[in-house]
Structure formats: structure tokens, C-alpha cells
């Protein structure tokens, strides 16, 4: 018997705790819509988007270098397993922006590219983010 319930993941998302709210937008183009009959069977891929709530965490790294280190952050998401059952490498996630009770904006909104997926089985996934960048050209 696991000793979380439904409910108490539920209640680490809050956006009135610890939580933000975000979308997940469902990337095409993976090896599964080679198959449509795959597709038609599960929700995978399907370009679908989805409003979730989201922990947010932006870690400092220390990466060793040959004579320099540098300095950088790995940016990554919690997020409960049943409101993001297909998330896959490559699908975006856009995190609102970050605000106190004041309504001061801490960080502003950012889209993310999901780089991999790390499930717990037991009922979050650890998602690891990479900044989507905007070139203008």
C-alpha cells in the first residue's frame, strides 16, 4: 500500500502552495505516429494541450570544465503522473509566470522542451526542462 494518496499529490501541485500552473502541449512527429492505428488506440502524441499544475524547480549546477568551471541551472518539473499519463521527450511545457500573493511577477513565464522523463511510479514524474529559446531573425 503506498503511503501517498491521490490527494496528497494533488495537494503538492496547489498553486496556492507550492504549485504553478503550466501547459503541456503534445508534440507529433514521434516514432509512434508512424502507426496511426497506435494513435487511434492511445492519446499519444496527438498534439493535444493541456492546463496542469506544476512544481517548478530551476537547480544550480556546477559543470566541471578542463581548466574552468562553469556555472548553470537544470531546470525541472514535478508534475502528477495522472494529469500527464503520455509526456514524452520533446513536448513543450509553458510555465506561467511566477508572481507573489502582491502580484509582483518573480519570473515571467517561459516555454520549456521536455528533455527527458524520469516517472516514479508511484504517482509524480520528474520532468527535466531545457529553455526554449526564440531566434529572431
Known amino acids: 500500500m503506498p503511503l501517498e494518496s491521490a490527494a496528497d499529490f494533488t495537494s503538492y501541485v496547489d498553486t496556492t502552495a507550492h504549485g504553478v500552473?503550466?501547459?503541456l502541449f503534445e508534440v507529433?512527429?514521434?516514432?509512434?505516429?508512424?502507426?496511426?492505428?497506435i494513435?487511434?488506440?492511445?492519446?499519444?502524441?496527438?498534439?493535444?494541450?493541456?492546463?496542469?499544475?506544476?512544481i517548478i524547480d530551476q537547480e544550480y549546477l556546477g559543470i566541471s570544465g578542463g581548466s574552468v568551471d562553469v556555472s548553470?541551472?537544470?531546470?525541472?518539473?514535478?508534475?502528477?503522473?495522472?494529469?500527464a499519463p503520455f509526456i514524452s521527450h520533446s513536448?513543450?511545457?509553458?510555465?506561467?509566470?511566477i508572481?507573489?500573493?502582491?502580484?509582483?511577477?518573480?519570473s515571467p513565464a517561459t516555454t520549456f522542451h521536455v528533455v527527458?522523463?524520469?516517472?516514479?511510479n508511484v504517482g509524480m514524474v520528474q520532468?527535466?526542462?531545457?529553455?526554449?529559446?526564440?531566434y529572431i531573425i
Open 72 to 83: 548553470g541551472f537544470q531546470p525541472t518539473a514535478f508534475i502528477k503522473a495522472s494529469d
Open 39 to 54: 494513435d487511434s488506440l492511445f492519446d499519444i502524441d496527438s498534439g493535444n494541450s493541456t492546463n496542469i499544475n506544476i
Open 116 to 120: 527527458r522523463v524520469e516517472p516514479d
Open 99 to 106: 508572481t507573489t500573493n502582491k502580484g509582483n511577477t518573480l
Open 28 to 37: 507529433q512527429n514521434s516514432l509512434f505516429d508512424s502507426f496511426g492505428l
Open 91 to 97: 513536448d513543450i511545457l509553458k510555465v506561467d509566470a
Open 127 to 134: 520532468v527535466f526542462l531545457e529553455k526554449q529559446w526564440v
Open 21 to 23: 500552473s503550466a501547459t
